[in-house]
């Protein structure tokens, strides 16, 4: 017996699902045997993680409250990796989106009434001007963008850092490194029952149908696709690589800018050190996976967030160690990824 | 009977859709030049990539000097003393020639550079290449990288060399120069497989020919006891006639020019001058052949008109209009389209559709487009027009053009252009690497854009081609323009204007 691999011809939608439903289904199984090792029951584990995530109104609502600043990251990052140009910065750039919502909530002199459109737009600023750097480095001097960008997430949580052991800590806080509650007018208001902070969620939806009218239908959108296919096809048909890079540069950076701002404005009402989580980071893999679609990156992106969620739920109900729960977001992701190879070919038995 | 040096007995290999192979015996006798003949996928780069060890044959064996092996990998290969200059060049770009070529020979983890340097200057001397062995692959052009290939792959001891197309990026002198070191080879006792689908090289320089056509052998010759003709019907399956009527100018001064180039002066990647005061005019309908072999500026002076590339010195006017160092899509705009050389480096968007790269150089045309959108239907039909006006083999126009054949590809570039119709067109060595009639076509299609009056410039390195086509041909060297032939002109003097010291 001989086992081929040939490269696939053509890939339909359907061999495209199949293998990735596959190869979710290997990794839970996986995982499965993971939770046997730690003396538990899998399918018991599975059915409270399942219960937890999607069994109750709550469980669902977490899973929109995480996906909000994956699926913002992750938009703008997959606008970025259209063209090729790898921002691995999302979570520095989220970061100081968060810093400058709070500038505007608690140090500036913005009237109550413009303060929630200003803490937006200053932490879209935020993100932006963070990412301008990598671009314009990348740009103007050929400097590789993963590493400034990566580089920068940790000059982002330095800078974090002085600012509430500084400056902004707050008063009464017991000499935490976090700062005062903002005030109830720079808050996001929320769906109730919940934690999602909704006008933050909107503007996610809006911006999913703008970056898809930008994609199909737009000059733009048809250079930039270009750009990350053939740089130097797209070079000599006239693209101007110089400012599309640093444009889907901005534009990744200032998505995760309002990422920032929801987290600050709407989950926590205050900066804090663990403003994120590493959203920034999570929001890679959607990005990747979506491509030029951003209603992929969006789905990529809420079950990315299930498996936060589904990973906290097995810490708090299964008592499982807060490593196995990464072990368990890795392994799938791991899963994932590795069949993104068998998109491309077919596996053909030979009984000789 | 005396054992062949290789014997492939029953290769065969199928790609999706497509069987490359269907049960090939090949032989190659011991100090034989052995051509593989066929048109363009035929499946002579696939069986020599099989024996070279790139690709493993779905049946079949292979014996090497009677004893049966296992090529599981060009390593492998080369251990049998089998080298291979490729036709699609497979160089890593970032690197230098020598480390490419260190890459692919030293095992040992420490790699003496000036003991590779030295042997790569060994060769290239043996054989009149002029290659710096400390340059990136990315800075050579097209011409140089074959040979940078061709020093790959005779670095080491090989007592079979494999050779696909490589006449394609070298003129007619460099090809007798080769052929003669070949022939040198040959008589050492060395055993060669020449992939070429040019039926005088076969003829020229091989003992045996075998033939293939669609994967399959069509047959086994010698030169001496075949004609041309028949050669063709094997190759072909049927009789191609090549007819090109030409009228020729005899300069038409009278109109306005399309292009006037004034002592210009370009750099090329290495920040070196590529282009030191090139001068030329170009009349409507005309063809302007640039000869000259690969790396004496055709690449940029090809860039600096079409608005890619700086321009150090010196004017460009098109229509009369000053557009130097003017961006790309403004130089467009006044009807300007280019046919870069080496479609897959620098023409063709794989993964994006056949409309898609229609598109690229044509999504500004305000026939489908408005201010910051494309209207994808509006040029559906366009497209579908182009897709059979100049016969695209494609099953869509969605079909990604990674699935497109070479033949094809150049094509798509070429429709590429006709969206508009064009007053100049830039062609770069539009026709290597495709078959007999693809090339007809190119062809046909040229002097039809020249009986429309468009200005044309070609810049070839296949002599044979700037001969039958060029109303007037310039040839560069070093940057300057070496030499103008107007009217009649015999290739020996174009080659040896191409080869000689330019004037100062």
């Known amino acids: 017996m001989k086992v081929i691999l040939e490269k696939r011809a053509q890939v339909s939608k359907y061999e495209l699902v199949a293998v990735r439903v596959a190869s979710i289904v290997l990794a839970l199984f996986s995982v499965g045997l993971l939770f046997i090792f730690s003396g538990i029951d899998p399918f018991y584990a599975y059915s409270v993680i399942l219960a937890g995530v999607f069994g109750n109104a709550y469980g669902i609502s977490e899973v929109i409250v995480k996906a909000i600043p994956i699926g913002l990251c992750a938009l703008g990052l997959s606008v970025a990796y259209t063209a090729k140009v790898l921002n691995i910065g999302s979570d520095g750039q989220l970061i100081m989106g968060a810093i400058f919502a709070t500038w505007i909530a608690l140090f500036s002199n913005v009237p109550p009434a413009l303060i929630l459109p200003s803490m937006f737009l200053a932490g879209f600023i935020g993100g932006l001007a963070w990412a301008a750097i990598p671009a314009f480095l990348r740009s103007k001097y050929n400097v590789n963008e993963v590493i400034v960008s990566l580089m920068m997430n940790y000059i982002s949580l330095k800078v974090l850092d002085y600012l509430l052991y500084g400056p902004w800590r707050g008063h009464g806080v017991f000499n935490y490194p976090i700062t005062d509650e903002f005030p109830m007018f720079a808050r996001l208001p929320l769906i109730p029952g919940t934690r999602i902070h909704y006008p933050t969620l909107i503007l996610l939806i809006l911006l999913t149908f703008l970056i898809l009218f930008i994609m199909n239908r737009t000059k733009f959108g048809l250079e930039i696709k270009a750009m990350g296919d053939n740089l130097e096809a797209a070079r000599i048909s006239g693209i101007d690589i110089f400012r599309n890079s640093l444009i889907v540069m901005l534009i990744s950076g200032g998505l995760a800018g309002i990422a920032g701002v929801g987290e600050v404005a709407g989950i926590q009402y205050r900066l804090i050190r663990n403003i994120s989580p590493g959203y920034g980071y999570s929001a890679i893999i959607p990005a990747w996976i979506g491509g030029f679609n951003p209603i992929i990156v969006l789905v990529a992106s809420l079950f990315v967030s299930s498996l936060f969620v589904g990973g906290n739920v097995a810490k708090v109900s299964l008592g499982l160690s807060y490593g196995l729960v990464n072990v368990f977001n890795g392994v799938i992701l791991l899963f994932l990824i590795s069949s993104e190879y068998l998109v491309g070919y077919r596996v053909r038995i030979e009984w000789m | ?504």
Not at chain 2, 45 to 52: H, P, S
Not at chain 2, 311 to 338: A, F, P, Q
Request: glycine share 6%; charged share 25%.
């Open chain 2, 1 to 504: 009977m005396v054992e062949p040096i290789i014997r492939m007995e029953k290769i065969s290999k199928r790609f999706p859709n497509v069987v490359a192979l269907d049960n090939v015996d090949f032989s190659l006798m011991k100090g034989e030049i052995h051509a593989l003949l066929g048109e363009n996928g035929a499946g002579k780069t696939t069986l020599m990539k099989i024996l070279f060890g790139m690709l493993k044959p779905d049946t079949g064996t292979i014996y090497i000097n009677g004893k049966k092996v296992k090529i599981k990998s060009p390593k492998d290969a080369i251990q049998y003393k089998i080298g291979m200059v490729h036709q699609h060049f497979m160089l890593v770009d970032s690197l230098t020639v020598l480390e490419n070529v260190a890459l692919s020979h030293e095992n040992k983890p420490i790699v003496d550079h000036d003991k590779v340097e030295k042997r790569i200057k060994e060769i290239s001397e043996r054989y009149g290449f002029f290659i710096d062995p400390r340059s990136k692959i990315w800075q050579l052009s097209v011409g140089e990288q074959q040979k940078v290939e061709i020093i790959k792959a005779l670095y080491g001891d090989v007592d079979i060399l494999i050779l696909d197309e490589p006449t394609s990026v070298l003129t007619p002198i460099e090809t007798e120069e080769l052929f003669k070191a070949l022939k040198v080879m040959r008589n050492q006792g060395k055993s060669i497989i020449f992939i070429t689908h040019k039926l005088d090289e076969a003829i020229n320089i091989s003992d045996r020919i075998t033939v293939l056509r669609k994967g399959k052998v069509v047959g086994v010759v010698k030169p001496s006891e075949i004609t041309k003709a028949d050669l063709v019907k094997m190759m072909v399956g049927r009789e191609v006639i090549e007819t090109v009527n030409k009228d020729k100018l005899t300069n038409n001064l009278s109109g306005e020019p399309i292009a006037e180039v004034e002592n210009l002066v370009v750099l090329n990647d290495r920040g070196l001058v590529a282009l030191n005061g090139v001068s030329f005019v170009l009349y409507p309908g005309e063809i302007l052949g640039i000869a000259g072999v690969a790396g004496n500026g055709q690449r940029e002076l090809a860039e600096a008109l079409i608005g890619a590339r700086k321009v150090s010195r010196g004017k460009i006017k098109i229509l009369g209009i000053d557009i130097t160092n003017k961006k790309t899509k403004d130089i467009i705009k006044l009807g300007v389209s280019y046919v870069p050389e080496d479609r897959i480096r620098f023409g063709i968007l794989p993964n994006l559709s056949v409309a898609e790269n229609l598109l690229i150089t044509n999504y500004e045309d305000p026939r489908f487009s408005k201010r910051i959108t494309i209207n994808y239907s509006s040029f559906k039909n366009v497209a579908l027009n182009l897709i059979k006006e100049f016969n695209i083999v494609t099953s869509s126009i969605q079909t990604p053009a990674k699935f497109l054949s070479g033949g094809n590809l150049q094509k798509l570039l070429i429709a590429r252009s006709a969206v508009k119709e064009p007053k100049l067109i830039i062609v770069s060595n539009p026709t290597t690497g495709l078959d007999v009639a693809s090339v007809a076509m190119v062809h046909e299609w040229l002097i039809k854009m020249k009986k429309k009056n468009v200005g044309i410039i070609l810049i070839s390195e296949d002599l044979e081609e700037i001969i039958k086509l060029s109303d007037r041909i310039i040839v560069l060297k070093e940057g300057k323009v070496a030499g103008n032939f107007v009217g009649e002109a015999k290739i020996t003097e174009v080659a040896t204007a191409m080869t000689t010291k330019a004037p100062t």
